[in-house]
């Protein structure tokens, strides 16, 4: 499975209610993670980036499979606009070829939507957030429990989350299967 066909299984699995590009990056960096896909993701400054993704959703668009709208203002910002992504028809098409090539991995993609639906409601800060601290535990090599989440997240705290959001953020990883919520001691190392 490409990068493209796990953006289009994402777009089209949520409806086209993704806001952000970031939002859709995260699921597809949440999915590298279950190992769904590979992982060429580095560090940036709103959470791990891939090129790969950001050229894929750009090349879906150029090909007229991918529609960019311009949406509401961000809550956080009276200066950022945010986008909402949807399959056109032809891309509708395309992802029917990509389920049936990969059915497992569209019904693990498909999990990653839902969970990040029904714990965050697609919420840009709270995903970044999870995505953040997750990526900087991973190259830590440390696992994440919820006490060590929270104080790493309040770090990274650029659009003023409160408590209840961080909280959000820790469940949407643990709901993922990213975390050892069940652990009191940081010092655990990633296999």
Known sequence: ???????????????????????????VYFASQKEILEDDFTSDHFGPRSSGVNISILSLMASNFL???????AAWSSNERLYTYSLTEE?????????????????????IVETSKNIAQF?????????????TFREQKLSINERYFLAEAQK?????????????????????????SSTNSRVHHFH
């Open 67 to 73: 529609t960019e709208e311009l949406g509401k203002r």
């Open 1 to 27: 499975m490409e990068y493209s066909d796990a953006v289009l299984t994402i777009i089209g699995q949520a409806g086209g209610g993704i806001l952000t590009r970031s939002v859709v990056r995260h699921m």
């Open 123 to 135: 919420s840009f800060p709270s995903i970044a957030c999870a995505a953040k601290v997750h990526y």
């Open 91 to 111: 891309g509708r098409l395309i992802w029917k070829d990509v389920q049936s090539d990969f059915p497992d991995r569209c019904a693990n993609l498909k999990t």
């Open 156 to 180: 990274f705290n650029w659009y003023g989350l409160d408590d209840s959001e961080k909280r959000t953020a820790f469940e949407l990883l643990r709901c993922l299967g990213l975390t050892n």
